[in-house]
């Protein structure tokens, strides 16, 4: 489809600006000035509704696709929530209101609603403080392991090492080593779980924390993990729990009270935020008691009046990692999605994340070699090592499935499965899709290697060549000369 | 289901987690509430936010009329309900969308090629930073002390881990210290940050900072104010190596300051350097255009601890409603919504300078936000005008401590005429009588 620069036409305009109604004002200096207007695209509004609506047809989506991405939780996600966040109220006001003298005032709802999701999230999470800032979960694991650090130091101590198992998401070492710490690797033993005697064995009085995916990426919760967390801080370290998989826990489990000291969460997972494409996301974090104190700034507070405030400084905290509150529209809609919910409603989507996981790990294990054959939670990993002696790989089963019109699993992860296929079908969906998902995979495994190379035929497009693309760059539409 | 499965019961799924480890009661409400209630509630807290202010705030977050087609067409669940675009062949969209946007980025900074977007203004700074460290092999960084300052704070956190030097120049009133920042730089200088326009609506003319920055080989970040490059030169003709920036104003809109947009555009040299996804052109077995994320073997999915950044996301959909803006408004459009922002602002600057005892406080030109010396403290005043229906601007003290009576006064394309002068007749009112 040609580009929406390819459809400019000199002249041509999609927005009429207001007319001035203030005098012209002396024009800045040639020397600041752009010598001519930047070449954005020319082009009439109907050609602007067409291009993207045209754009939007080539997508598949949660809303027109069963779409079990493991580890990234592709729920359906309530309109409700999305209404909530459309509210003028919320999408008129301007972060620093509340900066003003008396300007708390004006932004009482907005205020109200952010302290009010940080309590909700601290008794999820079983800790004793949130800050909902992190943009991301890759960024609440940057302020995570920055409290970690903070807190060594405000002991006196300055620590070298994180310890992650190797199923970790790929964020996990990204992010210590953005905090400064290096990275030692754990294995994972034959049940799927992070091979304690070798864990123990890299435990020390250098290792500042530990952080476990609970459950972890294979979708297997770690009843070691008290036993874990105790040995982590005996060695004087911190536990950290990347909450990316807390769906299946949810209303189950409290990290707190298995040992974590640091949870994030990714709220556009657990708590029904749409993906929007890659993001906005976010991805708030939990802290135990003596670890609040270096929460991120600023945070809202409630006085006793029931009058919410903007705390702004705090001695100990690691500092800001946004601007303002955090992805305040993604915050609204996990709110209004724990509201809708309940705790009940919380505990059944657990519930049926892990059914619905299971029992597509009952029904393709005929077909497709089960990486560790035991009951998961949300999520099941297979490994298409079978098909792959007939030389197909877990890519061409997924590039099948996108030409029967169900998004593949994730593939190639966990790094440790060979050829993995990871599903996660959540909550949302029903049997029947699942049981469709089933066939589709089922005829996946039936077919000839030839239509599996080939796949996928339905699409505008047949596979892109990604060599080519990293290769040969071309990151932009070129500038006519 | 669960016969399939061979269990009994729904706990029976959970029998791996032991006793011991069950959540103690939580405080949580457990029934959920109907759409109407939840609904009624939000709306609630949503009227409990006064948005009927006359708003002259800005301070990094600017009220910009946003078109009808960008809510229109970025609502369409098949851009909203869809994750990160790995699987190629059905994300044509997205993918589209986001080589369309880093081309829109190229084009506004002057640059050759753009990441497909980072969380917010400040990240993106922060990366940009950490960027040129990798490049340059060198660790320190040096910053304009009039960039903003909560954009400041975010590179502080983000690097405060790690080891390295930022030197902050403190700024000269409301400009920018030229002199101070050449003279700081030398061959330990990995990159030198300079916004534009500054905090305080300055616009500087860093030609000879760029040119010591070559000299001593750091690179020279440029921390700008998109809107603004309707009117200015851009980063990348005046010799910039890398441009950041919040994207928020690009059809975003506030939403208390989240989701933002951060841009991020480089010399095409620097492309394997960049922070995060990147989408680029190429072609299926029939030869046919078609878009993939590439570069991924810079990505923390496949690098781990030594990938280029943790990012592990993008702001998709706030670099599509981007995308759509820029398009809607267009080539003429663009840059007349940024005269029609400079020429606002001059225009309440004239006014409320005409008031006996407020001053400008800018030596240089500025764009659509300006900074007031006032006869009193500027968080007083501001908290009057409040009452009086008016945001009237950023009271610096709330930064700069020493600086109580200076107000920060933004002025977009949707402050009209007569609310400007509405403004300055309250100014008026609160400091003559």
């Known amino acids: 489809m040609k580009s929406i620069f390819e459809k400019s036409r000199k002249g041509r305009k999609g927005v009429r600006l207001p007319l001035s109604d203030v005098p012209p004002a002396e024009p800045l200096s040639e020397r600041l000035s752009r010598p001519l207007p930047a070449a954005l695209p020319e082009v009439s509004e109907l050609d602007v509704v067409r291009h993207f609506t045209r754009l939007s047809s080539l997508n598949f989506s949660v809303d027109g696709n069963f779409y079990p991405l493991g580890s990234c939780t592709m729920k359906y996600n309530p309109k409700a929530a999305d209404h909530a966040a459309g509210l003028a109220g919320f999408t008129e006001l301007h972060p620093l209101l509340p900066r003003l003298p008396g300007g708390e ?73 953005m905090a400064g710490y290096d990275v030692l690797t754990v294995s994972t033993g034959p049940d799927g779980l992070m091979d304690e005697a070798e864990f123990s064995s890299r435990l020390g009085s250098d290792t500042a924390a530990v952080i476990l995916t609970c459950p972890n990426t294979l979708g297997f919760y770690n009843p070691g993990v008290a036993r874990i967390s105790e040995l982590a801080h005996r060695a004087g370290a911190l536990m950290y729990c990347d909450g990316a998989n807390f769906n299946a826990i ?55 009046d029931g009058v919410c405030r903007l705390r702004l400084e705090a001695p100990s905290s690691i500092g800001s990692l946004a601007g303002a509150y955090g992805n305040f529209a993604v915050l609204v809609r996990a709110y209004a999605y724990v509201l809708l919910q309940g705790l009940e409603g919380l505990r059944e989507s657990a519930e049926k994340a892990v059914l619905n996981a299971n029992y597509l790990r009952i029904l393709l294990r005929d077909c497709y070699e089960s990486a560790y054959d035991r009951p998961c939670l949300h999520e099941c990993v297979f490994s298409a090592s079978r098909q792959a002696e007939k030389g197909i790989r877990a890519l061409d089963i997924a590039k099948y499935l996108i030409d029967l019109g169900i998004h593949p699993p994730t593939t190639y992860f966990p790094l440790i499965v060979p050829e993995a296929l990871m599903i996660e079908p959540t909550e949302t969906e029903s049997r029947e899709t699942l049981d469709e998902f089933v066939q589709a995979m089922k005829a996946a495994a039936a077919a000839s290697p030839d239509r599996l190379h080939r796949a996928p035929v339905n699409m505008p497009v047949s596979r892109l060549d990604e060599v080519l693309a990293a290769r040969r760059l071309d990151l932009s539409f070129p500038e006519a000369q | 289901m669960l ?41 609630q807290l949503a009227a409990g936010n006064d948005t009927s202010l006359i708003s002259f705030l800005g301070g990094g977050f600017y009220d910009h009329f946003i078109p009808a087609a960008v809510d229109s067409l970025s609502s369409r669940a098949e851009f909203v309900t869809c994750y990160t675009p790995y699987q190629a062949e059905c994300s044509q969209g997205t993918l589209q969308a986001l080589y369309e946007y880093q081309s829109a980025i190229c084009r506004l900074t002057g640059l050759e090629v753009a990441n497909a977007s980072n969380y917010d203004g400040g990240s993106a700074l922060a990366e940009a930073v950490l960027m040129a460290r990798r490049i340059t092999r060198r660790s320190c960084t040096l910053i304009d002390g009039s960039i903003n300052p909560l954009h400041l704070a975010v590179v502080k ?18 400009r920018s210290s030229l002199e101070q920042l050449i003279a700081n730089l030398d061959d330990t200088t990995a990159s030198v940050v300079l916004p534009q326009p500054n905090f305080f609506g300055s ?96 990505e923390q999915h496949i690098r781990r601890q030594r990938a280029t950044s943790n990012i592990c996301s993008n702001q998709g959909l706030c670099a599509l409603r981007a995308l759509i803006y820029l398009s809607c408004l267009g080539r003429e459009g663009f840059s007349g919504l940024a005269r029609l922002n400079y020429d606002k602002a001059h225009y309440a600057l004239d006014l409320l300078t005409d008031i006996p005892g407020v001053s400008p406080a800018n030596r240089s030109p500025v764009f659509n936000e300006f900074t007031l010396r006032l006869p009193r403290p ?5 908290s009057r005008l409040l009452a009086a229906g008016f945001a009237a601007g950023l009271p610096l003290d709330g930064f700069f401590p020493e600086r109580s009576g200076e107000l920060l006064v933004a002025v977009t394309e949707k402050r009209t005429s007569s609310e400007i002068e509405r403004y300055a007749e309250a100014l008026r009112r609160e400091l003559v009588g």
Not at chain 1, 264 to 284: D, I, V
Not at chain 2, 25 to 34: D, K, M, T, V
């Open chain 1, 105 to 177: 005032d004006f932004c009482q709802g907005a205020l109200t609603l952010i302290w009010e999701l940080q309590e909700i999230l601290s008794d999820l999470t079983g800790m004793t403080a949130t800050s909902l800032q992190p943009l991301a979960g890759a960024q609440g694991e940057l302020a995570g392991t920055l409290i970690v650090r903070a807190w060594h130091s405000a002991q006196g101590s300055q620590r070298r090492y994180v310890i992650v198992p190797d199923t970790s998401h790929g964020t996990n070492p990204a992010s210590a080593a």
């Open chain 2, 378 to 382: 500027a968080g007083q005043v501001s």
């Open chain 2, 157 to 174: 956190t983000y690097l405060s881990g790690t080891d390295g030097e930022i030197v902050v120049v403190p700024p000269d009133g409301c």
């Open chain 1, 250 to 304: 949810l209303g189950k489990v409290k990290p707190a009270e298995v040992g974590f000291d640091i949870v994030h969460l990714n709220l556009h997972k657990t708590f029904a935020t749409p993906h929007g494409g890659g993001g906005p996301g976010a991805g708030p974090i939990s802290v135990t008691r003596p670890l609040a104190e270096f929460l991120p700034l600023p945070r809202v507070e409630r006085n006793d």
């Open chain 2, 203 to 298: 616009i500087s003319d860093f030609s000879e900072v760029l040119c010591q920055a070559r000299r001593v080989g750091a690179l020279a970040v440029s921390a700008s104010y998109p809107m603004s490059l309707g009117l200015l030169r851009s980063p990348g003709e005046q010799g910039f190596d890398i441009a950041v920036g919040e994207g928020q104003s690009l059809g975003n809109p506030l939403s208390f300051g989240g989701p933002c947009l951060g841009f991020l555009a480089t010399r095409r040299s620097y492309a394997r350097q960049l922070p995060g996804r990147v989408a680029g052109a190429t072609v299926d077995g029939e030869g046919r255009r078609g878009f993939v994320l590439t570069l991924q073997a810079r």
């Open chain 2, 3 to 43: 016969a399939v499965i061979g269990a009994e019961t729904m706990e029976d799924l959970f029998s791996v987690i032991p006793p011991e480890q069950r959540a103690s009661p939580y405080r949580l409400r457990s029934e959920g509430g109907s759409e109407t209630e939840v609904l009624g509630h939000l709306g």
